[in-house]
């Protein structure tokens, strides 16, 4: 249901963009965000986005990352520079989907996308 594209490996100050493609019959994509889990760490919020274009980014992430998103396309963007090696991580995008005559959103989660940032 949501495909996450575009990590890689990047040496540090490099930049990448991820990718997250919702597909099915979608009516409308309200919140859209992206999280990421480190080894042995909890998964954390990176950023989030709304319907309406409202953002929250994790302090950590402030002025490095640009979350975005094309309601057409029924798909997110996490564009990411001044990649640091503590951003290592394997993402994930999460986005609460209100389908085709659902009666309420139900939240889904892409499969994550490994980032690996060299110092």
């Known amino acids: 249901q949501l495909q996450a594209s575009g990590g890689g490996l990047v040496q540090a100050g490099g930049s990448l963009r991820l990718s997250c493609a919702a597909s099915?019959?979608?009516?409308?994509?309200?919140?859209m965000a992206w999280y990421r889990q480190a080894p042995g760490k909890q998964r954390e919020l990176v950023a989030k986005i709304t319907y309406g274009g409202s953002t929250n980014y994790a302090d950590s992430v402030k002025g490095r990352f640009t979350i975005s998103r094309d309601n057409a396309k029924n798909t997110m963007y996490l564009e990411m520079n001044s990649l640091k090696p503590e951003d290592t991580a394997v993402y994930y995008c999460?986005?609460?989907?209100?389908?085709?005559?659902?009666?309420?959103?139900?939240?889904?989660w892409g499969q994550g996308t490994q980032v690996t940032v060299s110092s």
């Open positions: 099915g019959s979608i009516f409308k994509i309200l919140t």
């Open positions: 999460n986005e609460d989907i209100l389908r085709a005559g659902a009666i309420g959103p139900g939240n889904y």
